[in-house]
């Protein structure tokens, strides 16, 4: 009895899926057009914290908008979104290369002189 009931499940189950679906003859319309849209933008940006690594003391950080431009090396932003009917992608995308470049000197610790 139960073999009956679920096997008339699955052929009315079908005939929604067949009968909703269109005929296989038919051709489909092309929809309307896809519509493209690029957006460049630009980002200023500053960076400020603290930072510490394990057990080290913090170290307190600021760095204003005027350091982060002089060490852009190269930036690139922008929105790119295609949308066709309901469906739609939207692309958010930021890349910045920053270098800096620093010559220090390392101070000898005592564990590192020799006696």
């Not at 899926?17 to 092309?30: D, I, K, M, T, Y």
């Not at 057990?55 to 431009?69: L, R, Y």
């Amino acid at each position: 009895m139960w073999e009956r009931g679920r096997s008339a499940l699955v052929v009315a189950i079908l005939g929604v899926l067949l009968g909703a679906s269109p005929a296989w003859g038919q051709e489909s319309s092309p929809g309307p057009p896809w519509q493209i849209e690029l957006t460049p933008y630009l980002w200023l940006t500053s960076f400020a914290g603290d930072l510490a690594v394990r057990n080290s003391p913090k170290v307190n950080f600021d760095v204003p908008f005027g350091s982060v431009f002089h060490d852009l090396d190269f930036a690139a932003m922008f929105s790119l979104e295609a949308r066709r009917g309901p469906w739609g992608f939207l692309l958010d995308s930021i890349y910045a290369k920053l270098s800096r470049h620093v010559t220090r000197r390392a101070r000898a610790s005592p564990a590192w002189t020799s006696s």
